[in-house]
Nanobody
Framework: QVQLVESGGGLVQAGDSLRLSCAAS????????MGWFRQAPGKEREFVAV????????YYANSVKGRFTISRDNAKNTGYLQMNSLKPEDTAVYYC???????????????????WGQGTQVTVSS
């Protein structure tokens, strides 16, 4: 029910930063939470981070903890993923997603999400 469009990806060097945006339309995704996943070529889709709109709580994958920050602006119906100290291992297509209402906290599995964006490419060179 929510249309999600990611933007902000690009080609950067290791150590650089990027901020991804996720614009939502149709229905707000602020009722519960907003998450980010990523998928590298030949790899399964991997959980990155999620934020609860109700409590503001955040949860991060160990691989990005301390480097990435998730946030959102409900007035703009937009979520963000600030990525610092990027590594080549971060290279992937990044997707924003809205979890199923009622999913347990923290939703960190693909099956706990029902609406997905089309993705934005992030490439980190050495």
């Amino acid at each position: 029910q929510v249309q999600l469009v990611e933007s902000g990806g690009g080609l950067v060097q290791a150590g650089d930063s990027l901020r991804l945006s996720c614009a939502a339309s149709g229905r707000t995704f602020s009722r519960y939470a907003m998450g980010w996943f990523r998928q590298a070529p030949g790899k399964e889709r991997e959980f990155v981070a999620v934020i609860s709109w109700t409590t503001g709580s955040t949860y991060y994958a160990n691989s990005v903890k301390g480097r990435f920050t998730i946030s959102r602006d409900n007035a703009k119906n937009t979520g963000y993923l600030q990525m610092n100290s990027l590594k080549p291992e971060d290279t992937a297509v990044y997707y924003c997603a809205a979890p199923i209402w009622g999913a347990s906290w923290p939703p960190s599995r693909e099956y706990e999400y029902n609406d997905w964006g089309q993705g934005t490419q992030v490439t980190v060179s050495s």
